[in-house]
């Protein structure tokens, strides 16, 4: 379902509540003190579906590039990297520089390897990659924004689905 109002956000802590906010970077800012905890960690699939101008996709990416609330994983760098043509990797690359980067530490990659046991013995296997970006969102409190809801089955961080 697609935003229904401009300005709203579908904020899903996953295993818990769903919750309908005007204003994420105000609800973030009263939940974590740290500067990152108003940051917006968007997975590969947004950056895909935003640089085919999809709707709300490409208007919150944008949001979130003018407030300096986007943060992009080193992984989703090298993910958008291999999928995309020669000009979406100009324009890519320019954006790279002007938005938080967060590479993959030991904190994030021993946080990724618990993930990764946790739901390796469940019936819908979690990818070690999709596992790191959890990771990089719950140790720097970000909220991961993503499509696929269903790769991120972790409870102990923030999702957002904007096409919810």
């Known amino acids: 379902m697609p935003l229904s109002e401009p300005g709203k956000e579908n904020i899903t802590h996953t295993g818990a509540t769903s919750l309908k906010l005007l204003n994420g970077k105000e609800r973030c800012a009263k939940i974590l003190p740290n500067y990152l905890n108003n940051m917006f960690l968007a997975d590969t699939n947004i950056f895909v579906y935003s640089s085919i101008d999809l709707k709300p996709y490409s208007t919150l990416l944008k949001k979130w590039y003018s407030n300096k609330t986007l943060a992009i994983s080193t992984i989703s760098i090298a993910e958008f990297l291999t999928k995309s043509d020669i000009e979406d990797q100009k324009k890519f690359n320019n954006l790279l520089y002007s938005i938080e980067t967060l590479p993959v530490s030991i904190d994030i990659a021993k946080q990724a390897a618990i993930y990764r046991k946790q739901f390796s013995r469940k019936v819908k296997r ?21 499509t696929n809801l269903k790769d991120f089955p972790m409870k102990d961080i923030k999702i957002l689905d904007p096409g919810a």
């Open 126 to 146: 979690v990818h070690m990659l999709d596992c790191m970006l959890a990771a990089t969102a719950k140790i720097h409190k970000c909220t991961l924004v993503t």
